[in-house]
């Protein structure tokens, strides 16, 4: 499931509660696109040979590791 944010227009006006959740998927899309981006200059990844899920498992473990050392 893709969740997208609200867009105002000239005839609606996002309301309080729009707003403030455009702010907390604003605020997880910068977190994970920054994890993404760390994990883009790991030169190791460029030679993982291993199963696809096995591969996604580390992916996953690598990037809770690095928001949790970006976030202390």
Known sequence: ??????KAT???????????ANRLLNRERAAVEHGFANL???RFLTKIRM???HATTLLRA???LANTEVHR
Not at 1 to 6: H, K, N, P, Q, S
Request: glycine share 8%.
């Open 51 to 53: 199963d696809a899920r």
């Open 1 to 6: 499931m893709i969740i997208t944010g609200r």
């Open 62 to 64: 690598l990037l809770v």
């Open 10 to 20: 000239r005839n609606h006006r996002l309301t309080g509660a729009e707003k403030e």
């Open 40 to 42: 883009k200059t790991w």
